[in-house]
């Protein structure tokens, strides 16, 4: 079988339905970048359908069930309307794997900053983390391929009441 | 005096100097927008050496004793050979501002998603945040205008010994 | 089997008969709102002895047990006399889901303005939450409809001894 | 010197002005539900600017310079354009003060409920803690009156992407 | 099978023996109150004994054994010689449990004036945890009965030395 | 100057004038059980009173400030209606004081048999922290004297909804 | 089967060796006294052995071997050279049973005075917990017996460099 | 003046006076050996005094003034009735300095190796930390002298009730 | 079977392969050094490629699969292009293990020292764990061996933005 | 007045003797490098001293006051016999500043794999933390220059007793 997690603490925070996209997707070689054209979505989002951190649609089931070979009636008993995502819970705080952490020493370091920069061009108020989407992608570069990492929320003012 | 902190808690965190280049900008009414023209860095950036966060270079300081009316020797006192930022440390974990809690909780809802596509795309590493950029934009649109923040890093792949 | 649980980190803090009430309220199509209505309770009310935080009465169990099809003896020995709620330990402190979060964040930006105008109102004392129930209303708004929480608690005065 | 706050740990969380403001409203004993009519604002939108978790307008700080008799010029330096609250630094984590406290239990408890019954009204998001009121209205009731506690958040789908 | 739990959170905490004894207590309806008589023990030392945070004598045994039915061999080879109780690691801390949570909430506002009476009462030292004792007493009252607790501590000075 | 308190850490917890009660009780020598008797309260009460835990009367003011030689304007002028106790910081959690671990320990060996036994007694609910009272007393003893620590509060039912 | 644990939360910290370790000892009553003397070792550092804190030699593996009937094999195979202790992770931080306690107790209240006499009589350095040992004695006393721990650590200064 | 303190951190925990005692302690170059002779006292029970964690007699303040020359009402004052340690703030947990982290890891090795020995020698109950003494010893060896740290704790039995 | 770990909390670190990698190497009484010389790599990535802490590449696991005597088949499935080794969880912070918590000391106690230095040698930037290599020597000494750590990291001077 | 430290948060961990070695190196513009020479020590050593961590010899004291000009009595004031550093508090567990951070994140990822090795070479012990010695060398490279830390400590085998 394949071992499809980067390790054994990840398992416990899968449903067993969430572990079995995985290894499909391991055994048949397919990217996210390819399932994420097959959706129609962003590889960040397809990636967070498998971690349990968004919740597909039926649409977004359909052509699971067909790149992944996975019974359709399987996937929508998972992800039926009972199934609403427990979002968060997948990382340590702060992050204890490198990659993870340098996402998180980027708002540890510069976070005030962002603060004072969107207060000054937006008014009070904040970035939504919830109409968001983000985005990954490769700049090539001579001295290095660079992470552009690309966050975009609806700027959302706070009400007065 | 012109109340130029958000609150009292930042104060103990800051030197006298950055304080006081806060209470210059805030008498001077200049936006970050204007100096990061002035000293032709992104607006984070600037907000970052006023935090305390990064290290301002000779150029730096001369545009900034320039634009805020700051004694150039005062300026070159506190950021000399000696100075070395020590970051990081403004931060509570997990933050209590909502703004900055949003951007952490970008990374705790999709931090596991984004280092499965960063690892599909450029294999074995990490996202610099060193070899970093940050920037804030402003997509307006009809529903309500959008933060953009674009996050850039060198990929560093991990080395093998 | 149907996937009645949002992940996997929720199925050690549920009993085996928890379990199976959401099961079966899963595969019968059944909504907190109707039984809500069946058993004469607020949908949270309901909700909340379904993740083991209220006590059911001899009368809910029994109208639970004609809705959801659980052999009532099941239902009576599972909650029976010498079954109390452990309450409060389904949620992690912060909470890391967004919409649980949200919750908290209220109490931590408006906590002491409240309390401010609790005491100016009522005196000295708290707002129980045990003599204390809580509904969920939908608001329908143009703009987006809006969630409308009431929490209602007895003014408890601090006695004087 | 009137002691218009409750004890010595929250002097270092508000500058000199939201003290100030706190002592003027003391020595004139005005009360926030008098401030609350005003200024047009909920009692707790009173008291969280008091407390420095929300930013007044231009027109709040005039008729609070009338209402405590503090001069328009202070509070405009104060609350100017370069004046952003720093959000949620006022709470321990859980809060201390069984008044708060019991806010916080009500989350912790029937946090999972809740959003059982969002999800199964709402759909797939949260109910925003920004686009937000809240209420503290005083039911009077012969075996106690009760504190009611309403609120009012939009509701924001999760953005798929 | 009887759910003689209140949740599964505290089943790892029991040992098989622990549980049987919960399992019988709930099956032959047997209250600590009656079990306190037969044993000749408070109610609390009883309740203390299941839950393994204190160490039965071989006549409690002999006792509990008869009660309950469970064969003395089983009892004595669990709570024999080698055993001592593990104690103290039932509960999260702060405790989650809004009943427990009181019970600490008690300590944590009147923890330093309880602190400063004895003190005043005995001089310089403790109240002892282990030559201790505890009793839950009801008092009934027209506006609500009252549960008194009284705990019963040796106390100890402070050897110099 | 008297040294009234037991170290420098608890010193910026207390307001002045808080403080200064203190240090009069000190320099006149005046025992809580004194001012007990003098104020018509429990020793623990007058203690928590001293402490911040609980908020005066107007009549325990003005027996205070005749017992303890402060002019009444103070008094009123401190603990006026715009003072409500911020209850609960004291403490560190846990306790480090051995004396305060000691009743922490109490509720943490024993508070699961005790809440077993509440649950049996009364039902389910909470015994409550704030309709509530604490007294300490001396019972003599030929092997040491021991204290008795009753607790005393009202039982609240869960209310159903 | 003998119940050797004192409870299940200790038991996913050993390897089934050593839960045969203990078992073993207790189903042979033998007291680590007796087996102090077969393996000429201290009371404390055999314990530890069962404990999986020290490393047993070839000449310990065959006195335990012989001692508590275990097939040498067995043993080695466990302890051969692969073997190295994870030290320190048995107890929480702080730790909850009061036995525990009280000796962390110790260094929380004597640590710092401690120090301040270790180093007034040896200089610049630490007292060593590797090369270490550790012994309990009974001094008997007609007021109750003491403990009496002894540690005894070689002092090592810091090195200059 | 003499920098009698090891760094600043220690300070806000010092009262006044116990820093005058060090301070007096460094310019008169007297040792807790010395001091110990003349208080009659170990030397770790002298420095805990210094520490603020044991409270001197009338006796021991009258010695302290004369080996000191610290005027003795300043003593009595600051140590009077009203003065009752508030122990175990001074230590991080768990400690940071080397020299007490040894101490610390002493325990969370060889702690339950100890409290299993206990128990066989003593039977259920714990070591006193309060009928409790503690001395430091210097063993000369030719490999380097060692630490020869004993404490001395009452054994204390669990009370049935 | 041989125990091939050090204790049972490691385990569900581990994935089986790992569990695996480790077992063979037990029974062949294979040295990570005489692997280090087939693989080529340092000691340390060696052992870090069992613990999960480095992707071994293709030509790693074809020499390991002839080493340890496991199917190719077997390694290139679990190390497949869908493995990221998920770092850093194995450690708890602080560690508990006096070897591990003597290296996090080093940097605890001289980190701050390390960071001055680095900084005046090198300018404003970090020493990289990525780009970076360790290994172990034994320096062998009359007074003892000693264990000589190098650790090598890329020095990422800032990037101005 | 010259900026000498990198923020307001490190001043309260030093002593005003420790400020005052900063800021005679940084108006005197002497390098670490430099005091190494002229003290005969590693230059982390020396750093180690104007931090508090280390503790500085009578021969360090002249050197240093004649390089910085600072008079020998106000060093052996404060260094003198009574003077013994309280070492480890300067950084925050984890480290917030990147530098830090990564120095930590080596032990988090690679402290088990080092641990591993180390058993292997030398048997059961530690590398010890206090006869230890820590240096940082530039490594000139074509692809950016490589910071070597070589950490050197006694191999400190366990004392069986």
Redesign the interface.
Request: charged content about 25%.
């Given at each position: 079988?394949?071992?499809?997690?980067?390790?054994?603490?990840?398992q416990?925070?899968?449903?067993s339905?969430q572990t079995r996209l995985?290894q499909a997707?391991?055994e048949r070689?397919i990217?996210?970048?390819e399932l994420a054209e097959i959706l129609g979505?962003?590889?960040?989002?397809?990636?967070?359908i498998?971690?349990?951190?968004?919740?597909p649609?039926e649409k977004d089931l359909a052509r699971l069930s067909k790149a992944l070979n996975i019974p359709m009636s399987h996937l929508t008993?998972?992800?039926?309307?009972?199934?609403?995502?427990?979002?968060?819970?997948?990382?340590?705080?702060?992050?204890?794997?490198?990659?993870?952490?340098?996402?998180?020493?980027?708002?540890?370091?510069?976070?005030?900053?962002?603060?004072?920069?969107?207060?000054?061009?937006?008014g009070?108020?904040?970035?939504?983390?919830?109409?968001?989407?983000?985005?990954?992608d490769?700049?090539e570069?001579p001295?290095?391929?660079?992470?552009?990492?690309?966050?975009?929320?609806?700027?959302?003012?706070?009400?007065?009441?």
């Amino acid at each position: 079988m394949i071992s499809f997690l980067q390790n054994n603490s990840m398992q416990p925070k899968l449903t067993s339905l969430q572990t079995r996209l995985f290894q499909a997707k391991a055994e048949r070689k397919i990217s996210f970048a390819e399932l994420a054209e097959i959706l129609g979505h962003e590889e960040v989002y397809v990636a967070a359908i498998f971690y349990g951190q968004a919740k597909p649609t039926e649409k977004d089931l359909a052509r699971l069930s067909k790149a992944l070979n996975i019974p359709m009636s399987h996937l929508t008993e998972a992800y039926g309307p009972q199934f609403y995502p427990d979002r968060g819970g997948l990382m340590e705080n702060p992050p204890t794997d490198p990659l993870l952490y340098r996402l998180y020493e980027m708002i540890q370091v510069f976070g005030y900053p962002i603060k004072a920069v969107i207060h000054e061009k937006f008014g009070d108020g904040i970035m939504s983390a919830i109409d968001f989407s983000a985005k990954v992608d490769k700049e090539e570069h001579p001295n290095g391929d660079r992470v552009v990492l690309t966050l975009n929320g609806k700027f959302l003012p706070y009400k007065q009441f």
